[in-house]
Structures are given as C-alpha cells and as structure tokens.
C-alpha cells in the first residue's frame, strides 16, 4: 500500500503549538522537555516509568469533545504519540497561579513534602491531576493510590499526602480547559489524518482506522507494533536497540472500544477489549464486572503506566511475569488474530509457544480479547492474587488467577492460570486434573498440591527463588480455598494484612 506524505509531529504545550521536524521518533518527552525544550522542572529518576519523577499529564479532545486528562511517564513516552494533544508540565502550573505557587505546590512547601526535591515536581504534577479530577479531597486511601507511581526515598509519604488534603482547602484555582480544547481543535485542523513521521532511515506510521493498520501490518510486517510503550520503551532508554520502522496503534478509533455484553440464559456474558484500549481502562472495567479483580487493578504497575500502556499489549508482550495473562487464562479469554482483512480466533491458552514466542503469524496483530464472565450463581469460583516485593507498583514474583466451577459442593471444571512458574504465564494441567470431580475439601486441596509440583519447576531469579515460589503457589491455592470452601468460608479480612480495597 502507499503511505501518505510525511509531515511534522504537531502538540500543545505552554499554550503554543510546537512543531518538530527532525528529532527521531524514539525521542522521548522527557528528552525533548530537558534538551530541547529546556524545561527542567521535569526530572529523569529511572528512565523505565517507575520512580514518577517525570510524571507529566497529556490532554487530548475525548470522542464527545471533552476535555480529558491522564497521567504518564515522560521518560518512555515517543514524543510522536503526543501528535494532536496537549503537554501539561510542572511549569504550566506556575502559568496557570499567575507566576506564584499553584495550590498543590503551596501545599507541599506547607506540609513539609519535599526533602531533597528530586522526586517532587513528579509529585507536584500527580497531585495537581487529582486536583483538577475533583472537586474536594478525595480519601487518604484515593490519594495513595493515585500516588503509587511516585517513589520519595528521603521524605517519605505521609507530609505528602498531608498535602493532597491541604491543597483542597484554598480557593479552588480553575484550569481553563476550554482554552486547551480550542487550541486542540485548532490544532486538529493539522493532525487528523494519519501521521508519517519520517528521518533518515526510519519512520513512524500512525493511521487512524483499522483498516489502514492491517494493510500497513501486511506491508510491513518487520514493523515493530507500539501501543502504550510502557515496555518497548525501555528497550530504547535502557538496551539502546534500534526499533527500526514504527507502527503506532493509538490513534485507530476502533481498537479504543470496549463491549460489554450481558449473559442471557444459558449463554454467559463477555468483554470484548480493543487493542488500543488502556490498562486502566480495561482493568476499571473488569473489576467492575469481576470484583475479585478490584486489587489487581490498584496493584497494577501505576496510575502513569497504566494510562498509557494497554490490556492488549501486556498480553502481546509475553512476559511470564505479566499480571494480565494469568488472570485472562483463568477465565478462558479468546483472543481476536487479524491478518489484512481476515480475522481468527484464538484461544489465549494457545498463544503462548515458548519463553517470549507466541502464535502471531507475519503481518498478523491482535485486533482484541473477549473475555467471558463468571457466573457466581451458575456456581463460578474466582480469585486472583499477586506477590510482590512492594504492594504498589511492582513487578510479580508469582500471580495467580483461579476459577472452578462448582456443582453443589463439588468441582465439575478448574482453570488456573500461573504468572512467573514457567517461561510463559500458563495453566496448571496437572494440578486442574486432580481437583476436577472431587469435593472442595482440604483433602483435596492437598492431592491440588502435590500435582502443582508436577506442573511446575520454576526458576531462581532477583524476585524469588524457586522455592519460595513453589511454597507460595501452594499457599495461595490454600488461600484460594480457605475463601472459597463449601462450609465456613473465610471473609477477606481475615485472609489478607491489607484492608480490602473499598468498593
């Protein structure tokens, strides 16, 4: 197929539009405020989207043309995904107070929130997002978690949400989002069509339909696929590999949609979850259907991360230590496969052939997942459950997403998915076989045991040792059962040492 004439990439920032030409499409934002920009106030901690120090928010026309605002790490966002958007930094705050200290930051100083100030502006600019999503404090619980993508090693979080309270208490200081939105739709004048992005010896395509995507993913199959960029990123700021051609999926309207269809009879409901869909989005959606999911979401990497990074993605990326692909095995998720114009469906149990290999053939990308719903009153059981190192934002050492289904008392179907026991996130056959027509007994849930170390032989890395993770996924099976036994089940505060999330 042909592609369209390049053209600079085109974004909003300090109220004017910026233009750039000839920076490669692997600039980060990070990179373009610091050295090109000389906007310094945003600071570069980790370079992988983990410490916050270089939170920034992007703004974007949402489909009813409102304003809508999120979160993101500047430092594994491709400055050419902000094309048609707006860049909101720390030093728009002080644009925005008239030259003075926006209530947020009046807040912190107040409060004593900031030591030696590295990690503050990251702060700053997550409080200020709150801020402007509410219209009093929310919870010390709400604040926290919308903070979780925020690292302070010296002064510690307590002044610091101390100030997300205070800085409700001043005269509330509006943010002319009607400005932003013109000057957006002006803009939109330039950037509605697709973008060709183009330097010497690589470009970045982003089409704005699927139909353009497929026939670009036909035609460049060795094209490398970027959606949130949340881990393609760091192959750039911390491997250093040329990406070679780019084809971005943020701009095709109809991966940004998600379906919910109800159970009707005896045929159960599903999600069905577009490619360009965000984690949050996906995950808020989820927990609302599936309330078991309502602490993976809040313990999902970050508020940052997941506004950027999407539910497709994380299952496309492989990783055995993904949180998503566990849980999605669990409840027998299908994956939509599409080629140019023809489609296929794939069971998420089938993709995943090897250690980061999966089933894609060239020019082939995952167009969704549909994930069904449990039944609790057909007798669906399900839990999941993480272990991390830290609560918030980490990476797994093992995740475990786990349904039975049960007839009175006993088990007459098992799926339970494994993250980090294996080179991919996979079921447990062995382990399924043992519990499949017995009773849901501790008797059986010791033969469960047994048969999991048949199933698995984890190894030994930085975030546990084989071992533990043998001793772990027992125990949560126990876990698993203690919640979900026939006879005296146990609540949830009596199983966990965090509080369980509200709802």
């Not at 957006?184 to 069509?193: D, K, N, P």
């Amino acid at each position: 197929m042909s592609i369209a004439a390049a053209r600079p990439i085109r974004f909003l920032h300090k109220g004017q539009i910026q233009e750039v030409c000839d920076l490669p499409p692997t600039t980060t934002v990070l990179q373009w405020l610091r050295e090109h920009a000389r906007c310094t106030g945003t600071k570069e901690g980790c370079a992988e989207g983990d410490c916050g120090a270089c939170t920034v928010v992007v703004g974007e026309q949402d489909a009813s043309g409102q304003w809508q605002q999120r979160t993101v790490n500047a430092c594994i966002q491709f400055l050419p995904t902000l094309d048609g958007k707006a860049l909101i930094t720390v030093e728009d705050l002080q644009q925005q107070a008239q030259g003075g200290l926006h209530p947020c930051q009046q807040a912190m100083v107040d409060c004593h929130g900031s030591q030696c100030g590295f990690c503050t502006p990251g702060f700053v600019m997550s409080l200020w997002d709150v801020y402007q999503q509410h219209e009093q404090a929310p919870s010390r619980s709400d604040l926290a978690d919308a903070l979780a993508g925020n690292l302070c090693r010296c002064t510690g979080y307590r002044p610091i949400l101390d100030a997300g309270e205070r800085m409700f208490d001043a005269p509330k200081l509006p943010f002319d989002s009607g400005a932003a939105l013109k000057s957006l739709q002006a803009l939109a004048q330039t950037t509605a069509e697709s973008l060709v992005y183009e330097v010497p010896g690589q470009r970045f395509v982003a089409p704005t339909s699927l139909t353009e995507l497929a026939d670009l993913r036909v035609s460049l199959p060795q094209a490398r696929l970027l959606a949130g960029s949340t881990d393609i990123g760091l192959w750039v700021t911390k491997q250093f590999k040329a990406l070679g051609d780019i084809i971005y999926l943020g701009r095709v309207a109809e991966l940004q949609h998600i379906t919910v269809q109800a159970a009707t009879g005896t045929t159960p409901g599903y999600i069905d979850i577009g490619a360009g869909v965000t984690l949050e989005q996906a995950w808020s959606t989820l927990a609302e259907h599936l309330p078991a999911l309502r602490e993976i979401w809040l313990r999902f990497a970050s508020p940052p991360v997941r506004h950027a990074g999407t539910l497709v993605g994380n299952l496309a990326n492989g990783s055995p230590i993904g949180d998503s692909a566990p849980i999605l095995l669990a409840l027998d998720a299908t994956l939509t496969l599409r080629q140019g114009a023809q489609t296929r469906q794939l069971p998420l149990s089938s993709f995943y052939l090897d250690y980061m290999k999966n089933a894609l053939q060239p020019g082939e990308f995952i167009q969704s997942v549909s994930v069904p719903l449990s039944r609790p009153q057909a007798g669906d059981v399900f839990r999941a459950y993480k272990v991390s190192k830290r609560r918030d934002s980490d990476i797994s050492a093992l995740c475990a997403g786990l349904m039975i289904k049960l007839d009175v008392d006993t088990i007459v179907q098992a799926r339970l998915g494994w993250g980090g026991m294996a080179g991919t996130a996979r079921r447990a056959a062995q382990t399924e076989a043992a519990l499949v027509g017995q009773p849901w007994t501790e008797a059986t849930l010791r033969l469960a045991q047994s048969a999991l170390l048949k199933d698995f032989q984890p190894m030994t890395d930085l975030r546990a040792t084989r071992d533990y993770r043998l001793k772990v996924a027992a125990n949560l099976l126990e876990r698993f059962w203690l919640e979900t036994r026939p006879g005296n089940p146990l609540p949830a505060e009596q199983v966990q040492v965090w509080p369980a999330p509200a709802a």
